[in-house]
T-cell receptor
Framework: DSGVTQTPKHLITATGQRVTLRCSPR?????VYWYQQSLDQGLQFLIQ???????AKGNILERFSAQQFPDLHSELNLSSLELGDSALYFC????????????FGAGTRLSVL | SQELEQSPQSLIVQEGKNLTINCTSS?????LYWYKQKYGEGLIFLMM?????EEKSHEKITAKLDEKKQQSSLHITASQPSHAGIYLC?????????????FGTGTLLAVQP
């Protein structure tokens, strides 16, 4: 168990809908990262937050947004869902903002039908 | 990602045999992280390398980062069925205040008893 908790584990929804994925980092970790894993794109970095502030952005679609709350948990919001958004979404956390080991959660499997 | 090439894509070895997985970057690596993933599950941290020439070992797994910090290898000695899975290298390609990782495409390892 990495100590990073992601909910829900599975999510099935329809095109055009909006969903929220939740992540609780390991105790003491200030950075949260979101990654998307799909068969065709592999594991791709989406966004990083450090202590509530956005620190880095990757190939995150405009339909996707994230935030980190004062208690350091994070949420990834996906809207106007398309079939191609079906993927495994991982959250990872680390102590600092750079040069630290990232510990990954078990992921949320999103299926858009 | 073309910035990070991982080879081979897949590997089938007999139990007890040694094997090596390579990860090559087109840019200087600020940090190189090795993870293992069971299909559809979260990533398990194996090792982190940051200094050129660095070598780390844990049980039967050894990882090295070359002097120029553009290539890393993961070596498994006397492979066992428990080593089977997907091995991913993740690279920090920029310094500064972020630790976003670019991941290789992964190496699928099967160990035949």
């Amino acid at each position: 168990d990495s100590g990073v908790t992601q909910t829900p584990k599975h999510l099935i929804t329809a095109t055009g809908q909006r969903v929220t994925l939740r992540c609780s980092p390991r105790s003491g970790d200030l950075s949260v990262y979101w990654y998307q894993q799909s068969l065709d794109q592999g594991l791709q970095f989406l966004i990083q937050y450090y202590n509530g502030e956005e620190r880095a952005k990757g190939n995150i679609l405009e339909r996707f947004s994230a935030q980190q709350f004062p208690d350091l948990h994070s949420e990834l919001n996906l809207s106007s869902l398309e079939l191609g958004d079906s993927a495994l979404y991982f959250c990872a956390s680390s102590v600092g903002s750079s040069g630290n080991i990232q510990y990954f959660g078990a992921g949320t499997r999103l299926s858009v039908l | 990602s073309q910035e990070l090439e991982q080879s081979p894509q897949s590997l089938i070895v007999q139990e007890g045999k040694n094997l090596t997985i390579n990860c090559t970057s087109s840019k200087t690596l600020y940090g190189l992280y090795w993870y293992k993933q069971k299909y559809g599950e979260g990533l398990i941290f194996l090792m982190m390398l940051q200094k050129g020439g660095e070598e780390k070992s844990h049980e039967k797994i050894t990882a090295k980062l070359d002097e120029k910090k553009q290539q890393s290898s993961l070596h498994i000695t006397a492979s066992q069925p428990s080593h089977a899975g997907i091995y991913l290298c993740g690279a920090a390609l920029q310094g500064g205040a972020t630790n976003k990782l670019i991941f290789g495409t992964g190496t699928l390892l099967a160990v035949q008893p």
